[in-house]
């Protein structure tokens, strides 16, 4: 795992937006995998200005998002699929049969997870999943005592989620209780992950998530695990790390990240 930390919002968006930018150029068939979320609009703000004034092309890009809402047909415009098409998709030429959302509403919801996974496998696994952190520390909606070798389920949503996410619903109690999610295992399985944080009020999860033990309590933790996993922050979200020098120094002195220093 690398850590990275940009003065800002603006800037650790912009640093993500390029990674996922440069991923598609060098792949254009690129299986990507989505999350939603506060944090990722301004990153589809910027893919979508990537595509419209620098050629960013996404007619070969795969998509699969991380999660769904359960009961929420994808016209709902509090799901996720809605989401999606708000902030990318309706915005680049993505072929809309490879932008791919777990359907909430199907009417075997087992059913749809097996189909999910299936479709994943038959693209031959994620590229380069992107995520981001609940206050709970999930990844997805892997919420505390997933098995970090969970598949793609159904999950139940904690209350600090419910509360977290609220503000799209107008009201705590018009949240969906459940939701489809892909597993830790599965996001594990992914053959790059970025992980995005920003704002003080991650900082506290950010920290044991990357510095404490791995455990089911803190999903996120899981991506010590992961092979690749960059995580990139803002100085809000990295405020409670204790490795931040090391961290600094790595990015300062990899020439890999030589052209992304003054983003
Ligand atoms: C949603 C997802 C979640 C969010 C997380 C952070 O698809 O994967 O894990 O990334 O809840 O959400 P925000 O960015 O709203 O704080």
């Known amino acids: 795992m690398e850590v990275i930390v940009r003065k800002d919002a603006e800037a650790a968006a912009r640093l993500t937006?390029?990674?996922?930018?440069?991923?598609?150029?060098?792949?254009?068939?690129?299986?990507l995998g989505l999350a939603t979320g506060r944090t990722m609009e301004r990153v589809?703000?910027?893919?979508?200005?990537?595509?419209?004034?620098?050629?960013?092309?996404?007619?070969?890009?795969?998509?699969?998002?991380?999660?769904?809402?359960?009961?929420?047909?994808?016209?709902d415009p509090c799901s996720y699929s809605a989401y999606m098409h708000y902030h990318l998709f309706r915005h680049v030429n993505i072929n809309p049969a490879n932008a791919h959302v777990p359907r909430g509403n199907a009417a075997d919801l087992e059913e749809e997870c097996r189909r999910y996974e299936a479709l994943i496998a038959a693209h031959g696994g994620i590229d380069l999943q992107l995520l981001g952190i609940g206050l709970t520390g999930h990844i997805g909606f892997n919420e505390p005592m997933s098995s970090l070798r969970s598949r793609t389920r159904l999950k139940a949503l904690s209350p600090v989620t419910l509360q977290q996410n609220s503000e799209y619903f107008g009201g705590v109690d018009k949240v969906p209780r459940r939701a489809i999610t892909v597993g830790v295992g599965n996001i594990l399985?992914?053959?790059?992950?970025?992980?995005?944080?920003?704002g003080e009020e991650k900082a506290d999860i950010v920290a044991r998530a990357l510095e404490g033990p791995v455990t089911a309590m803190v999903t996120a933790s899981a991506l010590q695990l992961h092979p690749r996993c960059v995580v990139i922050l803002d100085e809000g979200a990295a405020a409670n790390l204790t490795m931040r020098d090391y961290y600094d120094h790595i990015f300062h002195t990899e020439p890999e990240w030589a052209p992304y220093r003054s983003l």
């Open 44 to 75: 589809y703000e910027m893919l979508v200005e990537e595509h419209k004034y620098r050629g960013l092309d996404f007619t070969y890009v795969v998509t699969f998002n991380l999660d769904e809402y359960v009961g929420l047909a994808p016209s």
């Open 189 to 198: 399985e992914s053959k790059r992950a970025i992980m995005l944080a920003t």
């Open 17 to 31: 937006a390029r990674l996922i930018a440069d991923a598609i150029r060098v792949k254009p068939d690129l299986v």
